[in-house]
């Protein structure tokens, strides 16, 4: 599993111009999910993303988590995580889950 997290002061997601998703200051979350991960991943990555302390505190430093500051997630499929561009020009994705199942 990889995940890519952004701070955010706002973010949306549309689809055909249609909004999908929308949060105010937290963490826009990108996860691909490999066809090998198991539900002990999620856990893991769940629990880290939750707990890491990269907002800042009152004296700039990171010391707070998104719990802590009570913001928002939002969380967006991203198979192209996987992508393998080793050969070729055109990227394989065969280590992605299918997306029915991810």
Known sequence: MRVILQRVNSANVKISDSLVGEIQKGLLVF????????????????????????????????????ED???????????TLYADTRRGKR???ICAMEPNDA
């Open 69 to 79: 500051i009570k913001g928002d997630l939002l969380i967006v499929s991203q198979f």
């Open 91 to 93: 990227p394989s994705f």
């Open 31 to 66: 996860v691909g999910i490999a066809a090998e991960d198991k539900a002990e991943d999620i856990d893991y990555i769940v629990g880290k993303t939750l707990g890491l302390r990269i907002f800042n505190n009152q004296k700039g430093k990171f010391d707070l988590s998104i």
